[in-house]
């Protein structure tokens, strides 16, 4: 599953769609609605987290947004973002593996051995160690919104 934003009136191909999966969108989403909060209409906020199509950005919208994204990365501020929360993911600690409950060895109908969760560790990384966000994927999503026209989050 991903989430696909798709341009109303683009100008040229980057502002057609820009698509993402769940493990990137969600990440990316949190940032964007943080840094453009006083941008967005009410509600957007929650956008990274639903199934439907769910908002609609206006073209003046879209086009402050841009601005206001590719102003954080020039001044090395999503770049700062993107390092600290690596640094905040890699500080957190293993968590004990759901599957064999820590123990390392499955004996289910699934699997009989070696834990396929854990690789018999016991433990894994947390889950939210899955979402990846990158500066890259910031100043992508700033270039579909300054060519998109405005848009709609799918």
Not at 75 to 99: H, V, Y
Not at 146 to 151: D, E, I, M, P
């Amino acid at each position: 599953m991903g989430f696909t934003a798709v341009g109303k009136n683009p100008v040229n191909e980057s502002g057609v769609k820009f698509k993402a999966t769940l493990w990137a969108w969600e990440p990316l989403w949190i940032y964007v609605a943080r840094v453009c909060e006083d941008i967005l209409p009410e509600g957007a906020s929650k956008t990274g987290r639903r199934k439907e199509c769910s908002l609609v950005i206006d073209a003046d919208t879209a086009k402050r947004m841009a601005f206001r994204l590719e102003f954080q990365l020039n001044q090395g501020w999503t770049a700062n973002f993107a390092r600290t929360r690596k640094e905040n993911l890699d500080a957190m600690p293993d968590e004990t593996c759901s599957a064999c409950g820590g123990s390392g060895v499955r004996n289910d109908s699934v699997i009989r051995g070696i834990c396929n969760g854990c690789q018999g560790k016991g433990k894994v990384r947390p889950m939210r160690c899955e979402y990846s966000f990158s500066a890259e994927a910031v100043k992508q999503f700033a270039e579909f919104c300054r060519k998109s026209g405005g848009f709609e989050i799918c």
